[in-house]
């Protein structure tokens, strides 16, 4: 079986996620080597994720599907966006996001922004799930993918360190 | 044009409403309008309603990131970014990333009247001096230009409909009131825009 990024990055593919923002992370740096590998996609980096995020929101008003990557503290900078664009907007900006702060974390201040992620999700109703085994990653994208796109709603995948190992100190 | 040397002093506080009339008596090919937050928002929406309008109702200082996006799915079109002077002092950056990846078909324009009007007035960073046309050479566009009057900002809006790299015009603004409020219906301006650009149909 493939390691879980280029399953992530062939699952995008395969759905048609042709551009990718981002503001990179430690554990998502082979996933962005293999999109950045890939001339499918247009991969490039951002100076916040919150102009990550509007990037992706205007490609799909123009018709062109996105993901906005990122990790945990980013995420944290993001609801003010997501509240009163994405969702209201009905904007299936799609999101995932490394896990830190969990599993092993050695920095504090990543645990405390870490417990805001999933409250924050779960307070503006954006659909979550959080990949965990490599066997499920492939399924668990492409339908994620699909249900925001015909639900026109953003949705985030988070990618545990049970499934990524995490960041070690 | 790029013996231009203006600085935010020397360009002419002109009128907002005018200047955004100004701008959409240009568009001829269906190009697309981001407007940002708060009165440059509205004047966009009192200048005439056009289905390749965006009006945002919130997230300040995603115009220019949006537009961007915009720009990267349909590159055979021209898109504006209508900004505020407080809403793009929030997302600087931005002027980095459409730099550097060479946006061509994007044009940012910066309605700037030092200050946070909608909210009462209260001064912005440009208004002490922050000069957001030397922000944007700084931050890689070369072709970052303070509008000198009326008849100049016309030439520059010539100059966007033609040039293949990103460009960037600041204009100096009153504090008018804005000419009308955008309805507040996300999802029915998010459609309409959509239509408008031919996504949906």
């Keep these: 079986m493939s390691v879980w990024w280029e399953i992530i990055r062939d699952t995008l593919k395969a759905s048609e996620v042709k551009l990718v923002t981002y503001v990179p992370d430690n554990v998502l740096n082979p996933l962005l080597k293999a999109i950045h590998g890939d001339d499918y996609f247009n991969a490039f980096v951002c100076t916040r994720e919150e102009e990550a995020v509007g990037i992706v929101a205007g490609a799909w008003m123009g018709g062109m599907r996105g993901v906005v990557m990122m990790q945990t503290s980013g995420f944290a900078t993001l609801p003010n966006v997501l509240a009163s664009l994405a969702v209201p907007y009905q904007i299936p900006v799609l999101m995932v996001v490394s896990e830190r702060g969990t599993l092993g974390e050695f920095n504090i201040g990543q645990a405390m922004v870490a417990r805001t992620m999933r409250p924050a999700l779960d307070a503006m109703g954006i659909e979550h799930h959080t990949l965990t085994r490599l066997d499920e990653v492939a399924f668990i994208v492409e339908r994620t993918v699909r249900q925001a796109v015909t639900t026109q709603q953003p949705a985030c995948l988070i990618l545990s360190p049970l499934l990524t190992g995490g960041k070690a100190p | ?201």
């Design chain 2, 1 to 201: 044009m790029r013996n231009e040397t203006l600085t935010r002093d020397q360009a002419k506080v002109m009128g907002r409403f005018e200047i955004t009339k100004a701008l959409v008596a240009k568009l001829h090919k269906d190009e697309a309008v981001i407007g940002g937050i708060g009165h440059t928002n509205w004047d966009l929406w009192a200048s005439g309603r056009r289905p390749q309008n965006f009006y945002m109702l919130g997230s300040m200082g995603l115009a220019v990131p949006i537009a961007m996006g915009v720009a990267i799915a349909q590159p055979g079109r021209k898109v504006f970014a209508l900004e505020g002077d407080g809403s793009v002092l929030m997302q600087l950056g931005a002027l980095a990333t459409v730099a550097n990846r060479a946006v061509g078909n994007l044009c940012i324009i910066i309605m700037d009247n030092g200050t946070y009007q909608i909210t009462g007035g209260q001064i912005t960073a440009t208004g002490q001096g922050a000069d957001i046309v030397a922000i944007a050479r700084g931050a890689g566009i070369v072709q970052a230009e303070w509008a000198r009057d009326e008849a100049h900002f016309a030439a520059l809006m010539d100059q966007a409909l033609v040039t293949n790299a990103p460009m960037l015009v600041g204009v100096r603004t009153d504090d008018q009131k804005p000419f009308g409020q955008t309805e507040r219906d996300p999802p029915q301006l998010r459609d309409r825009f959509m239509r408008g650009l031919g996504v949906k149909t």
